[in-house]
């Protein structure tokens, strides 16, 4: 009973308070009078219509004027202002309302006299953990009908007392909506000047000497107003503005500020534990980030002088929360006691691509973070991220441009540099068990940077049967008869060194096929979804205004399909490089597996707005590019063993083998120098012996993976599109003829080798001629035809380095001249001059 007792009394205690800062006053005498009057020719567009904002500041006696006239043009306009609410801190000031009328008619009707002034604690920050204790002083107005004009004043007195009298503001001469009268006056005196900046062609003040001091004042009675482009940068601000500041330089708002920045004399206790034998002093400044960003809550007290001044690092330390000052301050505390430079750092995440060009203050910004040294370099960190990785050379900051380090002698901004563009490496593997039946599907990403930040943070935050929920969702779009075989599951073991975040995903895919109907045509798509939908943006039409693409990154995969049997399809590149982005997709097969790379980079997160139409256009062909369709068409004539090849390959054999054995026995060259008997294999000698001894493998091995006895490989050039069908069926003939021609080719050189016969030699050479020839017209022939070989470049390049090392070893050699000195019939040998024209008698 007593607890309830005590609630109550604190209750009406409050509202007493609270309501003694809430007044009913005369309209102070410094106010310049501003009357609000309507258009001759009104535009009645929208809900309502603002006839006057009227904003006066008295910086002698620490009040703000404010002034609203607006018109209700229908009833929607009514629900939005019939309530008249002004927000202020108790903390330090008090609120005052001089007038609350309506007009209707040409007649006022005061609404003030009678008006019930509640006041309510609203915390509009409570989503960010943020509270700042304010109130909002609230009355409901009565009988509003449309046509009305609202018309009330009000001031606020009293500066936050940290500010030590400074002040700063943001005067705008135009807004986004029409505004019949903008009206703004600063009045100070000779002890307190004010400086200005004019932004966006902002018109010069009219300054004034009256008895109460010096006034500023713009006034604007044009109606312009200015329309933003969708997803036009944070940051990108067009309207007409001054940067008003009572700071000279950034050096009097450090001076102010920094005294509240001081570190404590007394050492607190170190919260983590440190290894003089393993941890480095890098060891010990992460661990100590790490607890500050995931061992103290992010929670804000900012009522008064806490919005701008932090707690006390002890006090943070033991109760485990605190905002971004007061975590800042921990950090710079912590960092400090073990030797390292560290202070609090003010940053802005609005407006920082230009706060350098605004007049010094302290109020443009919103956030805190800490600025180190360590072994010469510099490095910035945001303690309220949880969840990062990374040592000290991949800490990913967000991109806050600017900022002002709060230490003795700051004075000016100091520059923040981005981080690394995050990555996303994915590698997708899907094994299929025949065509048209079903497939596995694995996937291995891999996250970098923020993006493992990111990623980190998801997993911490959802529950593991909705992170598997909403992974085997996204991939139900392409596959809809996808289930998942395995959780989904992380590993996250470099986190303190690379930041690297992997996951792991398992799936099975029933009907992975599809159907054309009428056809016996079947077929499946692969798509590089995550890809997708990183290219993904609102269209935007015509536009005036630059383009937010978003935080630069780089993307990869790969997408492995393993097909029950060897496939063939159409290789074709597709590479697009600008400005903005570069994206690279290509398509490999190698027998039985089909390899589709994809490649993307976002360089820039702004594009200009002449060139967004064709960066939306180039990106909405990129993501018809990614996409891939498999097909198979079932036809008889194209199943079964290729009889054409068994010929083609039983007569190269029969052919080769009779010259092969001419060759053996009539073959031999005088060796004039050389003498019996032959010199043992050594030096040299044995890197070509192991080279040719190994090719008849590679050989078959290349003829079996080639699938030239599968009859689907001379009937499928069809139907994969190619053009010039005769001719690669030609072509693959031919080839196939020369490969067991080749063959015989060589297992007769291996013998000749280990005979030692004195015909090795130019053997030896015609093997490393014929290898670089045969490249070479190979890539001649597939150039004509328009049929590109992306390995052509090396393995020529690999037959010309062997045949210029080889060649003039084997003619010019002692060893081998002392090494193949045999022959098969002394009496019957035969030039090198003579040997064709007996071959062929």
């Not at 902002?202 to 044009?222: D, L, M, Q, R, V």
């Not at 981080?419 to 599907?441: R, Y």
């Not at 490649?599 to 993501?623: H, M, Q, W």
Request: net charge negative; proline share 5%.
């Amino acid at each position: 009973m007593r607890l309830y007792t005590y609630l109550f009394i604190h209750l009406i205690f409050s509202i007493t308070i609270n309501a003694q800062k809430v007044k009913k006053t005369p309209l102070p005498n410094w106010v310049t009078p501003i009357i609000s009057q309507e258009e001759k020719e009104p535009n009645n567009e929208g809900a309502y219509k603002y006839l006057v904002l009227d904003y006066q500041d008295n910086l002698v006696q620490k009040e703000q004027f404010i002034h609203y006239a607006v018109k209700i043009l229908n009833n929607e306009g009514i629900q939005e202002m019939s309530d008249i609410n002004a927000v202020f801190d108790p903390a330090y000031q008090t609120i005052a309302f001089h007038k609350i009328q309506v007009i209707r008619n040409g007649e006022k009707i005061d609404k003030l006299q009678n008006a019930t002034i509640n006041t309510f604690q609203r915390e509009t920050n409570l989503e960010r953990s943020l509270y700042d204790g304010s109130l909002t002083a609230v009355i409901n107005l009565s009988d509003i009908r449309v046509g009305d004009i609202v018309e009330y004043a009000y001031t606020l007195k009293g500066y936050n007392p940290i500010n030590k009298g400074n002040y700063a503001n943001l005067v705008y001469e135009e807004y986004t909506i029409p505004v019949n009268k903008i009206y703004s006056k600063i009045l100070t005196d000779k002890n307190n000047p004010i400086f200005y900046k004019l932004l966006n062609g902002a018109n010069e003040p009219k300054i004034e000497n009256t008895s109460f001091g010096t006034e500023y004042s713009w006034e604007n009675n044009s109606n312009e107003f200015v329309i933003y482009d969708s997803n036009t940068p944070y940051w990108y601000n067009v309207q007409k503005r001054i940067s008003i500041s009572t700071f000279n330089s950034w050096k009097d708002v450090s001076e102010l500020l920094t005294p509240h920045y001081q570190i404590p004399r007394t050492p607190l206790k170190l919260p983590i534990t440190i290894d003089k034998n393993l941890d480095s002093k890098q060891d010990v400044i992460v661990k100590l980030i790490r607890f500050v960003q995931d061992e103290i809550r992010y929670l804000g007290f900012e009522a008064g002088v806490g919005a701008f001044k932090p707690h006390k690092p002890y006090d943070v330390l033991n109760r485990r929360y605190g905002d971004c000052k007061d975590k800042s301050m921990l950090l710079s505390t912590l960092l400090q006691q073990q030797g390292v430079d560290a202070y609090p750092i003010l940053v802005d995440s609005g407006s920082n691509e230009h706060l350098n060009e605004y007049a010094p203050n302290h109020f443009i910004f919103d956030h805190c973070i800490v600025y180190f040294e360590h072994d010469d370099k510099e490095y910035f960190v945001d303690p309220t991220i949880a969840n990062q990785g990374g040592d000290l050379y991949r800490l990913s900051t967000p991109n806050y441009k600017f900022g002002l380090v709060l230490k003795e002698g700051s004075n000016q901004l100091k520059e923040i540099p981005n981080s690394t563009k995050p990555k996303i490496h994915i590698v997708e593997d899907i094994t299929l068990d025949s065509i048209g039946g079903n497939a596995k599907f694995d996937v291995k990403t891999e996250y970098f940077g923020s993006k493992a930040d990111e990623i980190r943070s998801y997993f911490k935050n959802n529950t593991e049967q909705n992170i598997n929920k909403e992974y085997l969702s996204f991939y139900s779009n392409l596959y809809p008869n996808i289930s998942s075989s395995g959780k989904v599951t992380i590993l996250d073991e470099t986190r303190p060194y690379e930041n690297i975040v992997t996951t792991n995903e398992h799936y099975s895919i029933e009907k992975l096929w599809n159907t054309i109907e009428g056809e016996e045509t079947i077929f499946f798509d692969t798509n590089s979804l995550v890809l997708d939908g990183l290219v993904s943006y609102n269209n935007s039409l015509k536009r005036n205004m630059p383009y937010n693409a978003g935080i630069p990154f780089s993307f990869t995969q790969v997408t492995r399909i393993l097909m029950p049997e060897p496939w063939y399809i159409d290789l074709k590149d597709i590479v697009i490089d600008n400005d903005f982005y570069s994206f690279k997709k290509s398509i490999n097969v190698n027998g039985n597996m089909v390899t589709i790379d994809y490649s993307y980079e976002l360089k820039t997160d702004i594009v200009p707005a002449k060139e967004t139409e064709t960066f939306l256009n180039g990106l909405d062909k990129v993501r018809e590019d990614i996409g891939t369709q498999l097909t198979y068409t079932y036809n008889t004539a194209t199943s079964g063993i290729s009889w054409l090849s068994v010929f083609i390959a039983i007569s190269a054999i029969a052919i080769s083998i009779f010259f092969a054995f001419k060759i053996y026995k009539n073959f031999n060259p005088n060796n004039e120098i050389a003498t019996l008997p032959a010199q043992p294999f050594g030096g040299w000698l044995v890197l070509p012996i192991i080279g040719i001894v190994l090719t008849p493998i590679l050989i078959l091995a290349q003829i079996f993976d080639t699938g030239y006895f599968n009859n689907s490989i001379w009937e499928g050039f069809e139907y994969a599109g190619y053009d010039n069908v005769g001719f690669l069926k030609l072509y693959l003939g031919m080839e196939l003829f020369y490969n067991f021609t080749f063959l015989v080719f060589v297992i007769l050189t291996i013998i000749l080798l280990f005979k030692k016969r004195t015909c090795t030699p130019i053997m030896m050479m015609i093997f490393y001629g014929c290898n670089l020839v045969i490249i070479l017209l190979e890539s001649f022939l597939l150039n004509q035809f328009g049929i590109p070989d992306p390995t052509v470049g090396s393995d020529i390049f690999r037959a010309a380095l062997s045949a210029a090392i080889w060649t003039p070893y084997f003619l010019y050699s002692d060893r081998v001249k002392h090494t193949f000195v045999t022959t098969y019939n002394k009496s019957k040998s035969i030039t090198a001059e003579s040997f064709i024209k007996n071959t062929v008698q």
